[in-house]
């Protein structure tokens, strides 16, 4: 089992940042890919950044790339989301993500994702 929890969230004004962070416990190992993702209300829960958890590699929405990086730190098992130039449209529910290595996955979408945290609220400004 993964336990995960996220902070970070906030209020800000368009053009502002935040980092968001993902607090994981458990058997972190045992996860293919770790993600970020965020849902509006009465929008489906949409990728917004995922990472390798032995690899590294990432992938990013369209959306948020090149204002968006997401980071690992291993030995604090914690999983990060920086994001700058924030736009109202970034205005969601964000929510930290584990997916264990499955056949058939591709990880992009929630339903390849096994491992949920309670979400922290974005809100951004005009």
């Known amino acids: 089992q993964v336990h995960l929890v996220e902070s970070g969230g906030g209020s800000v004004q368009a053009g502002g940042s935040l980092r968001l962070s993902c607090a994981a416990s458990?058997?972190?190992?045992?996860?293919?890919?770790m993600g970020w993702f965020r849902q509006a209300p009465g929008k489906e829960r949409q990728l917004v950044a995922r990472?390798?958890?032995?690899?590294?590699?990432?992938y990013y929405a369209d959306s948020v790339k090149g204002r968006t990086t997401i980071s690992r730190d291993n030995t604090k098992k914690t999983l990060y989301l920086q994001m700058n130039n924030l736009k109202p449209e970034d205005t969601a529910m964000y929510y930290c993500a584990g997916a264990l290595a499955r056949s058939r996955r591709y990880y992009y979408v929630a339903d390849d994702y096994d491992y949920w945290g309670q979400g922290t609220q974005v809100t951004v400004s005009s």
């Open positions: 990472i390798g958890t032995h690899t590294g590699s990432t």
């Open positions: 458990g058997y972190i190992s045992s996860t293919a890919h």
